[in-house]
């Protein structure tokens, strides 16, 4: 079992930037490929970032690359997402996911994730 708290979110000017963070109980954390998804009011989720549990391998969606960084300290069983040039449609509820894959540069971009957290909203005001 892993549950995962996300916190960092806020409200920021466009053009500013944001950490966000991820942390997982359990011991097992290391063992997990994470990722990022985000809804916005009315919309589906959808997917933002994802990492393998090595941290060796990373996926973005095309609306955030170049803008978002996400990385992960297996030792403070936490991940980030470093959001930076944020726009407006870039508002949104985040949530952060957990999935047991055993490759270490496996990823998972669907929201097919074994566990999820409650989500930390980011509104960005233009």
């Known amino acids: 079992q892993v549950q995962l708290v996300e916190s960092g979110g806020g409200l920021v000017q466009a053009g500013g930037s944001l950490r966000l963070s991820c942390a997982a109980s359990?011991?097992?954390?290391?063992?997990?490929?994470m990722g990022w998804f985000r809804q916005a009011p009315g919309k589906e989720r959808e997917f933002v970032a994802a990492i393998s549990w090595s941290g060796g391998n990373t996926r973005y969606a095309d609306s955030v690359k170049g803008r978002f960084t996400v990385s992960r300290d297996n030792a403070k069983n936490t991940m980030y997402l470093q959001t930076n040039s944020l726009r407006s449609d870039d508002t949104a509820v985040y949530y952060c996911?957990?999935?047991?894959?055993?490759?270490?540069?496996?990823?998972?971009?669907?929201?097919?994730?074994?566990?999820w957290g409650q989500g930390t909203q980011v509104t960005v005001s233009s």
């Open positions: 996911a957990a999935v047991r894959l055993s490759h270490p540069l496996s990823i998972r971009t669907s929201k097919d994730y074994d566990y």
């Open positions: 359990g011991r097992t954390f290391s063992s997990y490929a």
